[in-house]
């Protein structure tokens, strides 16, 4: 499986904008760029995706490196909301064994102060 | 409307039981999951279904059975649950999972506690 690594916190005022880094050296030409985010008590959540270019939606900005061996999630203007942990994963070209799975990492701990 | 529901929420039993969790999406997707959360936070998937045929099967103790009734439904048996099982299980679906760029939608989660 390709691996991730991300920092284990991060902390931000509310907002500002937040840039989440996250290293995927090993990534291959076929797998996709997820970022989820698990809010306390609750399942993860998609936040954005992207191949190649970066791309914008209404949660965040996803900036992809030329090389595509890191990626920065961008939340604009961080709310209280936004705390959260912050999986990064590259989720696999389902044409092998791996059936398109996502697979967590450690993700970042985002703390978002008043 | 909830698009990947789980029941129960809670559920707390003893060492020895067995017992089920539910999962149902309304969501016309073709594949759903079962994933882990210990307490550690890692999030580990147990299994996935396409089309109610099994597609992924990582190392989960055979007390673990996952059934798929219809494609919308995938609900996951334990028997001779043990402490270790105590954990939080998310059920969760995607369209065909043969499209790397899917977005997975996820459950509220199962909170179980072995005693």
């Known amino acids: 499986d390709a691996k991730t690594t991300q920092p284990n916190s991060m902390e931000s005022n509310e907002e500002e904008p937040v840039h989440l880094p996250c290293n995927h050296s090993t990534i291959s030409g076929t797998d996709y760029i997820h970022w989820y985010r698990q809010l306390p008590s609750q399942g993860p959540e998609y936040v954005i995706h992207g191949l190649t270019s970066n791309v914008n939606n209404r949660m965040a900005s996803l900036a992809i490196a030329e090389d595509r061996k890191s990626s920065t999630l961008i939340l604009h203007r961080a709310t209280l909301r936004d705390a959260a942990v912050y999986y990064c994963?590259?989720?696999?070209?389902?044409?092998?064994?791996?059936?398109?799975?996502?697979?967590f990492g450690q993700g970042t701990i985002l703390t978002v102060h008043p | 409307d909830t698009a990947v529901s789980q029941t129960p929420k809670y559920l707390v039993t003893q060492m020895g039981n067995d017992k089920s969790i539910k999962c149902e999406q309304n969501?016309?997707?073709?594949?759903m999951y079962w994933y882990k959360q210990d307490s550690k936070k890692f999030l580990k998937i147990m299994f996935s279904?396409?089309?109610?045929?099994?597609?992924i099967n990582e190392t989960v103790p055979n007390r673990f059975s996952p059934k798929s009734p219809d494609k919308a439904h995938l609900n996951l048996h334990i028997n001779s649950l043990e402490l270790g099982d105590s954990a939080v299980y998310f059920c969760a679906s995607s369209p065909s999972g043969t499209g790397s760029g899917n977005t997975i939608y996820f459950g509220e989660g199962s909170w179980l506690t072995v005693v």
């Open positions: 994963i590259l989720r696999e070209s389902a044409g092998g064994t791996s059936y398109g799975k996502l697979t």
């Open positions: 279904y396409n089309n109610k045929e099994l597609i």
């Open positions: 969501l016309g997707h073709d594949t």
